[in-house]
Nanobody, 126 residues
């Protein structure tokens, strides 16, 4: 399984970006985004369960970021609005085959994911 992330770039505070993550197979039932800022750990951003469309977000991005999926294309999107300098990071797409009935506190940990994309860099200047 391969995950291909794209869509990063350099923007001004208040701007928007949309990240994409395409999976090489339809069997990745949970896909999410994490980010890692300079000198920081990799933190959870958002996740979506592909079939049901259930979503979870980190508190820091709620109301500004929206995760969605195109099942036919095996692709997940992260629409990022009202970007802030603190959103600057490398954004990583993550995937796991098995879905569960657990909620956001299960999926917000890197160890839950079997597959990782290469990362796409987002820089937000003030």
């Amino acid at each position: 399984v391969q995950l291909q992330a794209s869509g990063g770039g350099e923007v001004q505070a208040g701007d928007s970006l949309r990240l994409s993550c395409a999976a090489s197979t339809s069997g990745v039932y949970v896909m999410g985004w994490f980010r890692q800022g300079p000198g920081k750990e990799r933190d959870f951003v958002s996740v979506i369960k592909r079939s049901a469309g259930i979503t979870y977000y980190a508190d820091s991005v709620k109301g500004r970021f929206t995760i969605s999926r195109d099942v036919a294309k095996n692709t997940v999107y992260l629409q990022m609005n009202t970007l802030k300098p603190e959103d600057t990071a490398v954004y990583y797409c993550a995937g796991r085959m098995a879905t569960t009935s657990y909620g956001g506190n299960f999926y917000n940990k890197t160890v839950r994911y079997e597959y990782w994309g290469q990362g796409t860099e987002v820089t937000v200047s003030s």
